[in-house]
């Protein structure tokens, strides 16, 4: 069973830093490239920070500058450092591995829960 479960959002002011964590339960973890995805209400799920297995990463030009990806292979986990949070950046975070070369697509049909992001005054 593929399981990703995520925490670490919260209610933060525009302006503030939040760190979400994922914790992978997949086989060959190592081997897989991993990303954060979000979803408002009323959009699709949208991938927003990817890391390779190398550790070669990339984002969305929303994002880039503010938010950085990062891995611990010996942990399974995968995290996401948020800075500089503006309203938009409100939604639900998800993690998932990601097709390499794909453009964003996942590579497992199960999501977890995700965590909740909310960026107000």
């Known amino acids: 069973q593929v399981q990703f479960v995520e925490s670490g959002g919260g209610l933060v002011q525009p302006g503030g830093s939040l760190r979400l964590s994922c914790a992978a339960y997949?086989?060959?973890?190592?081997?897989?490239?991993m990303g954060w995805y979000r979803q408002s209400p009323g959009k699709q799920r949208e991938l927003v920070a990817r890391?390779?297995?190398?550790?070669?990463?990339n984002y969305v030009d929303l994002v880039k500058g503010r938010f950085t990806i990062s891995r611990d292979n010996a942990k399974k986990m995968v995290f996401l450092q948020m800075n500089s949070l503006k309203p938009e950046d409100t939604a639900v975070y998800y993690c998932n591995s990601v097709v390499p070369n794909s453009g964003g697509y996942s590579v497992f049909g199960s999501w977890g829960q995700g965590t909740q992001v909310t960026v107000s005054s």
């Open positions: 997949v086989r060959n973890f190592n081997f897989l490239d």
């Open positions: 890391i390779t297995s190398g550790g070669g990463t």
